[in-house]
Structure formats: structure tokens, C-alpha cells
């Protein structure tokens, strides 16, 4: 498939609109200042970014995997990649948190090992730091280091899968591994199967994805378009008649027919210099997800020393911590993960890594 282009502009959207609900977050858990309710009640749902990523992300895996299906590779080059791709920024940006949380001791005089359950405490020991290394704790109940982590513990699960369905499809071809990754995304819609296994719930945004990929190469193929998204509609309506309600599934499955629908103007659209910022802001993405919430947090706790969470210029210091979270992602995608980007790609070209999904 060609490049979706403008995949990146919603990414940046998504990174946006994740950055201005933790920012917003005392105004959403607390009454924010008559006149700005209608504001608060906006920002907040700026979490719905979250699920955005998991759409995209099923889609950028699903043509990682395709590509590994169609040139016969095996599921060892694709986790690698993966994994490199994961963990070394995300083990530099918990050293990054760390070294905030070690500047901001004289200001909050919180005790350096305040909790070993509390998001952003120093871990207090042996295993809780090989937890929040290995992105471990969610799936053992207990909150990650960074705020995000939990996000990331699912999209490890979803790339073990995905090299699960990679593996299978090598074998017994492409259509049986699709047909059995929804049939896992159709128990991500069950409540009592979610209650079990959170992840899998992610998993079924994460294959509308995977299926708005499947769409567009049918598109591209000369082929019928109806069995995939049809499937995305089955996924939403499945969370409807499950729960009588329109939630992050329904959400996921309305935004992967949109982007269906958009990708016949998806140059024209990314060719839009109004909406170049967007496909910037899309391209660090990652350093905006790892960084953004210790910076955001400090500032806007900083700023509230000076000006109370009730008042209405507590909004000057909600922006203040936008802007503060935004050029720290920027600096750190500038001197941490592009460097490690460039080094990856460069064990392909040296061969010490195989020349799997880049």
C-alpha cells in the first residue's frame, strides 16, 4: 500500500488532545470556574486520543505484518523491531521522569520513594523496577511509572498477538490468521471476557484497524470492500448491543469508516500547508505520549503555587503547561528518539538485525 499520509496529522491530533486532558485534569475532576464548564466538559474528553492511536496503530502493524506474510519472513525479525522500537525511548523517558521528580523534591517535599503503588514514585525495589522496565505492571494490577505506561503494556499484547497471527497466516495463509484475530477482537466486546483481560478490548479498536488496511489493499485489488468493513461495523455494534451505549469501540469503529471514506483525498489533504503543524506534531507523536505528562504536571503544579485551580486565570497556567509538555517532546524526539530511530535502522543496513518491518 502507499503511505496513508494524513494518518500522521490524526496521530498529532491524537497526541494533542491527550496532552489537553491531563492538562485539563483538575477542572475535570473538580468544578473548574463558572463560564469554563463548557471548556472543562470539552477537554475532557481528550481521552478518546487514546483510542485514535490503537485505530492507527492496528493499521501500521497490520501493514508491518502483511509485509512480513508476503515476503515469507518469520516473527522473530517482527518482534525485534517492535521491541526496539519500544523500549529504548521508553527507558529514557522514565530516567527523564525520574530526573524531574528528583528536581521538584525541594519544591513539593515529597518523600523521594513516596509510594511504590503511585504513578511517577521511585521504585522501592528490585522488582518493582523490573516491572516498570519491562512495562509488567499493568498486567499485574499495579499502576506503571509513567502515566502512559499502561498504553503501552497493551500495545505489547496486541504486537504479541499480531506476531501469533503472523505466524499462523505463514502457514495456513492470511485469511485463516484475520479470521481468527477477530474472533479475539469479537470477545473484546464481551464485559465479562474484558473484565478478565482488559487488553483485549484495545485489541478489538486495534482491528479496525487491521481491517481498514484490508480494505483499502481490496480497494487497490479490484476486490470487494464489504467483508472488511463490514467486520469494523459488526465490532461497534457488538460494544452497542453489549452495553446500550455508543463507547470507545463505537467511537474507534466511526473513526476507521471516516478514515475509509477520507483516503481518496488523502493527498490533496496532506498537501494542505494549514495542516502541516499536524503531520509535525504526528511524526513525534511518541516523544509527545512518553514526555508530555511529568512536564505538563510540574508546570501546572508549579503555576497553582501562584494562582489557585478555582480561579480563572488558573487557565493561563493549564496553557503554560501545554506549551512546557510540547517543547520537551520536542527536544526529547530531537536528541533521544530519532538517534535511536537512526541506530535501529542502522543495525538492518549493517546486518546484525534482519531486514524485517522497519
Not at 509510594?115 to 516498570?132: D, E, Q, T, Y
Not at 482491528?207 to 465490532?235: F, H
Not at 510540574?298 to 503555587?305: E, F, I, K, Q, Y
Request: proline share 5%; hydrophobic share 55%; aromatic share 12%.
Amino acid at each position: 500500500m502507499p503511505r496513508y499520509v494524513t494518518l500522521d496529522h490524526w496521530r498529532g491530533l491524537a497526541a494533542l488532545a491527550v496532552v489537553i486532558f491531563h492538562a485539563f485534569d483538575p477542572w475535570t475532576r473538580h468544578p473548574a470556574p463558572a463560564g469554563l464548564n463548557g471548556l472543562s466538559a470539552l477537554m475532557s474528553k481528550g481521552y478518546l486520543g487514546v483510542h485514535l492511536f490503537f485505530v492507527i496503530s492496528g493499521y501500521c502493524v497490520a501493514q508491518l505484518a502483511l509485509r512480513e506474510l508476503r515476503s515469507g519472513r518469520d516473527v522473530v525479525g517482527f518482534l525485534g523491531h517492535r521491541f526496539l522500537r519500544i523500549f529504548p525511548p521508553y527507558w529514557v523517558a522514565c530516567f527523564v521522569a525520574a530526573a524531574l521528580c528528583l528536581a521538584a523534591l525541594p519544591f513539593n517535599h515529597a518523600a523521594l520513594f513516596n509510594s511504590p503503588s503511585a504513578i511517577g514514585a521511585l521504585p522501592n525495589s528490585v522488582a518493582a523496577l523490573l516491572r516498570h522496565t519491562f512495562l509488567a505492571d499493568n498486567f499485574l494490577g499495579r499502576p506503571g511509572y509513567l502515566l502512559v505506561a499502561w498504553t503501552l503494556s497493551w500495545e505489547l499484547f496486541f504486537y504479541l498477538i499480531a506476531a501469533t497471527l503472523v505466524w499462523l497466516g505463514l502457514r495456513f495463509g492470511t485469511a485463516a490468521a484475520m479470521g481468527l484475530g477477530l474472533l479475539v477482537a469479537l470477545s473484546g466486546t464481551i464485559p465479562p471476557v474484558v473484565a478478565t483481560m482488559p487488553p483485549l478490548a484495545g485489541w478489538a479498536e486495534f482491528m479496525c484497524g487491521a481491517c481498514l488496511l484490508a480494505a483499502l489493499v481490496a480497494t487497490q485489488e479490484r476486490r470487494t470492500t464489504w467483508l472488511w468493513l463490514g467486520a469494523i461495523v459488526i465490532l461497534g455494534l457488538a460494544e452497542f448491543v453489549q452495553t446500550r451505549r455508543i463507547g470507545t469501540l463505537g467511537f474507534a469503529a466511526i473513526f476507521t469508516l471516516a478514515l475509509f471514506r477520507l483516503h481518496r483525498h488523502d493527498r490533496r489533504l496532506g498537501a494542505l500547508s494549514a495542516l502541516r503543524w499536524l503531520g509535525a506534531l504526528g511524526a513525534m507523536s511518541y516523544s509527545v505520549y512518553l514526555v508530555h505528562a511529568p512536564f505538563v504536571s510540574a508546570t501546572r503544579n508549579l503555576s497553582g503555587r501562584l494562582i489557585s485551580s478555582g480561579n480563572h486565570m488558573f487557565l493561563v497556567a493549564i496553557l503554560l503547561s501545554i506549551l512546557a509538555g510540547l517543547a520537551a517532546s520536542y527536544l526529547f524526539f530531537r536528541w533521544i528518539e530519532s538517534p535511536l530511530e537512526h541506530w535501529r535502522k542502522s543495525l538492518v543496513r549493517s546486518r546484525l538485525l534482519s531486514p524485517s518491518t522497519l
